[in-house]
């Protein structure tokens, strides 16, 4: 039931998120509190600005609330807000005026919007959008609803809105660091936070501000995370042959292996899928057209002098 699954919202985002409590358990709050009738039942149930590194899990979170909220990761709508740089892009978010050009098609927002009411409406790289763009969105968050060039009400009421911006990305950059211990990582995250959202003020207005429901800065990832992250990764992808009746493992050597290769400080976590697919993915490919790998077998990736194997042997029936 619904119930179950707000109260239990942490752990369901927890499956598909990596550590980022604090982001998940901010998210969390605001959705329930939405849902039990204690915020104003205009405005849309939930809206966040996510700010932090690259490639630590700001749009799966997104995707992960989809999903757990709406049944389905596809009732995601993501907008790339460098698109709307120009003056003339709220016309594209809303629609054209009458007679002009695209009319027709609708606004890419309010479109979207009132084909998925029920959705997350994830909006890329905010603070490049244009500063009308902003009294567009404001009005969302402040009415929970809009109206496009046909003059049609769109209804923003069962949405829950996801900014992410790089602003601070830079202030994060010069932040590298290794922790300690416990306490000294919560002081740097700390002062990191401070940091972003003192450029946080320099770049959005106070009333924009001001209409946010919680604005999250995520960590960085450390090595357990991205272990996790591989298994999370790993486990599609032994359900995947499954399918195949083919019963894959990873060492936990493989597993290191896949982290100390895939990782890269200034990306986070998604080289880690492209290493996974090179080493892994590939490799099995072959192996499994080559017919080398049958069905009914069990197959270790492991590693033996620095490179990965993998060995296959008769699945123990």
Do not use: C, W
């Amino acid at each position: 039931t619904e119930t179950e699954r707000l109260l239990k919202l942490e752990e369901i985002l927890h499956s598909r998120v990596v550590g980022q409590d604090e982001a998940v358990k901010a998210v969390a709050k605001a959705v329930r509190r939405a849902r039990a009738g204690l915020k104003d039942p205009k405005r849309p149930i939930g809206s966040f600005i996510f700010l932090g590194p690259t490639g630590v899990g700001k749009t799966e979170l997104a995707r992960a609330l989809a999903e757990a909220m709406f049944g389905d990761e596809d009732a995601l709508i993501r907008i790339d807000m460098s698109e709307y740089m120009e003056k003339h892009s709220t016309s594209r978010l809303i629609g054209s005026p009458p007679g002009y050009v695209g009319y027709e098609e609708g606004g890419q927002l309010t479109e979207k919007v009132r084909r998925k009411p029920y959705s997350v409406v994830l909006l890329d790289e905010m603070e490049k959008a244009h500063p009308d763009v902003f009294n567009i969105l404001l009005q969302v968050l402040e009415d929970g609803r809009l109206t496009d060039s046909k003059g049609r009400t769109v209804d923003f009421r069962n949405t829950i809105i996801i900014m992410t911006s790089n602003v601070g990305a830079d202030a994060l950059k010069r932040n590298k660091y290794v922790g300690f211990n416990i306490q000294d990582e919560d002081q740097k995250y700390k002062d990191m936070k401070g940091k972003v959202m003192d450029e946080l003020k320099k770049a959005f207005r106070p009333e924009f501000l001001n209409r946010i429901d919680e604005i999250i800065v995520f960590h960085s990832l450390e090595k357990q995370h991205l272990k996790e992250i591989v298994k999370l990764m790993a486990e599609q992808l032994v359900k995947r042959l499954k399918e195949q009746d083919i019963d894959l493992e990873l060492t936990d050597a493989a597993i290191e292996k896949i982290v100390s290769e895939g990782y890269d400080p200034e990306y986070g976590a998604r080289p880690l899928r492209r290493a996974l697919q090179k080493h892994v993915e590939d490799r099995l490919s072959e192996e499994l057209l080559k017919g080398t790998i049958a069905k009914g077998q069990k197959v270790v990736v492991d590693v033996k002098d620095g490179e990965f194997v993998v060995l296959s042997e008769q699945a123990v029936m």
